[in-house]
C-alpha cells in the first residue's frame, strides 16, 4: 500500500489525528489500533452513549476504501483490522508532510523546522544531532 494513500489532507489547526483525519475517523482510528482489531459494536462501545451504529459502519467503511482499515468477514460479523500500527502511520504522514514542505518550499521550510527545535525537549534535541550525523556518515559513503 503507498504510505497513506487514505490521506489526502493535512488540517494546521487541528490536534494529533484529526489533523489528517476527520473527528469521528480519527476516534475510530484510535479504538481500532488500540485494540488491534475490532468490530463496529466495539469501536461504539469505546466511543460510548450516543454512538450510531449506522455511523460508524459507514466511516469504516469509507477507512476500508481509503486504505486505512482492512476488513475480514468473521462469523457473519466483519472485524477491522488497521493496514499499518500507530506508529508507521504516524511516521508516513510525517515522512509525507515534511517532504512536501521541503519541495515546495526548500529553504523557509527549512529554517522554520529549524526554529521550531526551539520548544523541543533536549532529549529530542540530542536523538536529532544523532540522527543527522548518521544521515551525514551515510551520504558520504561511510
Not at 476527520?22 to 459494536?41: F, K, N, P, Y
Not at 466511516?59 to 483490522?81: D, E, H, P, Q
Request: aromatic content about 6%.
Amino acid at each position: 500500500m503507498d504510505d497513506n494513500a487514505g490521506v489526502q489532507t493535512f488540517r494546521l489547526n487541528n490536534k494529533g489525528l484529526a489533523r489528517v483525519f476527520g473527528e469521528l475517523e480519527a476516534s475510530i482510528m484510535e479504538a481500532v489500533w488500540d485494540r488491534g482489531a475490532a468490530t463496529v459494536q466495539d469501536v461504539c462501545d469505546a466511543l460510548g452513549d450516543g454512538t450510531n451504529y449506522k455511523t460508524i459502519t459507514t466511516v469504516m467503511n469509507r477507512l476500508v476504501k481509503k486504505g486505512i482499515l482492512k476488513r475480514t468477514l468473521m462469523a457473519r460479523c466483519f472485524v477491522y483490522k488497521p493496514s499499518q500500527s500507530r506508529d508507521e502511520f504516524a511516521n508516513g504522514v510525517a515522512h509525507s508532510v515534511v517532504s512536501g514542505l521541503l519541495q515546495d518550499f526548500g529553504e523557509p521550510a527549512l529554517a522554520q523546522f529549524i526554529d521550531a527545535i526551539d520548544d523541543v525537549e533536549p532529549s529530542q534535541l540530542e536523538r536529532l544531532q544523532r540522527l543527522i550525523e548518521q544521515k551525514t556518515s551515510k551520504v558520504r559513503g561511510g
